[in-house]
């Protein structure tokens, strides 16, 4: 293609026992939004960190500008004007803006020319941010145009976007989107990836489809609709989920008045979080990122413990109770970190299953691990759930950040807690992926179990929930039915500007 800025052709990269990218070729055009899209496993991430420098492909080239293109390390791919903002931000929460991205920079001026160049880009391309502010103060959207205005400082061609807009408000996509189309008109060329389909067909020309490691497809995304995309990416029909039933019982679960101080330096304080949840219900609790979630899940999960009255569960007060007796009473809960809090990295995914399967699955006897019951644990998770991996002595670092999702949610979903919370069960999961997530949680709803769903992903949470509450700087909404629930009502609750009393809902 003439005016192709990066050619790709017969990339390929192996790994034991898996082929994570097959003779992969395509272009990304100068000056324009490339769609790069996939199920968990399709070989993204591969891909473009061969893009970035952090894997050597074993077969096939690049051209960057019609110039070979070998990236053997990041600062390579930097300097030749490839820059990327990953999905998870490698970000010092105890400096200040200027002083992180300085860090990324291999011969940085002096910090208050930085600090004015900072000033000068983040006004032109509308993305305010003060380069004195500490890290830890800033809200994730914040975080986010730290690591945008660290590649834009590097003047880049071709800037790599990796699920971008998964800790956002609508409010702060459409700042990251007209930002992202000033580049373009610049003439910068983007390379994005998003399992949010309706994102990719207001934002992108093209899109390139990866399944199994190969490309299966291209399509210009605004004339091809979510579902045709997902379904090209799946190679099969899209599933939308259903409950069997919607019949609720008695109350399982009630926080009364749940005020603690966050573990964490830059955390958010609970403030006199009440609600209950019944037997068979889906309480979905929207917020955006920072505003008391991980604080709300280490309550209930036992990691941190709180005054006795403030937690009960079956009537039972739970708060000094620690997390393994939570789950051998019903309670069990799966966090928003996949990797290092759900997950030991280098563990087996027979380890993994057996570090929160061990009580209920009786995975270990007199004192004595059960190596073969926690194996079968394991093959049940990976069967059910369609994690693809070779197997369960991979360990949990080898899998995509989806199919580890799939295999934490699976590993707590099987276990048939009587509450399950779940922080972020679909984040960075693909479409098919988060189908049969929801599905799972729907169905261990049906089967009487009280579900508590928090996330930032309000479609997600209006499509599962029988109910909805926000969180706000600690603080919770009164709980409202999720039915019929508005854009603008939902954003008023976000923004704590909705049901600021904290309200105690028994059903």
Known sequence: MKDALLSLRGLTKAYPGVVANSDISFDIRAGEVHALLGENGAGKSTLVKTIYGLVRPDHGTMTLAGQPYAPHEPRAARAAGVAMVFQHFSLFDALTVAENITLGMENPPP???????????????????DPARIVGDLSAG???????????????RLMIMDEPTSVLTPQEVHILFETLRKLRAQGTSIL???????????LCEHATILRLGKVVGTCDPRVTSARQMAEQMVGGTLQTPARAGNVTGEVVLEVKDLSAPSPRAFGMALKSVSFAVR???????????????????????????VADGMVQFKGQPVGRLGPTERRRLGLLTAPEERMGHAAAPDMSLTENALLTGAVREGLTANGFLNWGKARTFAE???????????GPQNTARSLSGGNLQKFVIGREILQRPDVLVVNQPTWGV?????????QALLD????????????????????ISDRFAALNEGR????????????????????????????????
């Open 111 to 129: 910090l208050k020319d930085l600090s004015a160049r900072i000033r000068d880009v983040s006004d032109r391309y509308g993305l305010p941010l």
């Open 142 to 156: 914040e975080r986010q145009r730290v690591e945008i205005i660290r590649c834009l400082l590097q003047d880049p």
């Open 192 to 202: 994005y990836i998003s399992h949010k389909l309706e994102e990719i067909r207001a």
């Open 279 to 305: 037997k068979g219900e889906v309480l979905g609790i929207g917020g955006v990122a920072g505003n008391g979630q991980d604080e709300l899940l280490l309550a209930l999960s036992g990691e941190m413990r």
């Open 380 to 390: 049940s998770i990976i069967k059910g759930f369609d994690v693809r991996t070779p």
């Open 430 to 438: 693909d479409a098919s992926a988060a189908a049969a997530i929801r």
């Open 444 to 463: 261990l709803a049906s089967k009487g179990a009280a579900v508590i769903v928090v996330s930032q992903d309000l479609d997600e949470l209006m499509e």
């Open 476 to 507: 919770l909404s009164a709980l409202r039915p999720a039915q019929g629930l508005t854009v603008d009502e939902i954003g008023l609750m976000l923004g704590g500007a909705h049901g600021m009393e904290v309200a105690h809902v028994a059903g």
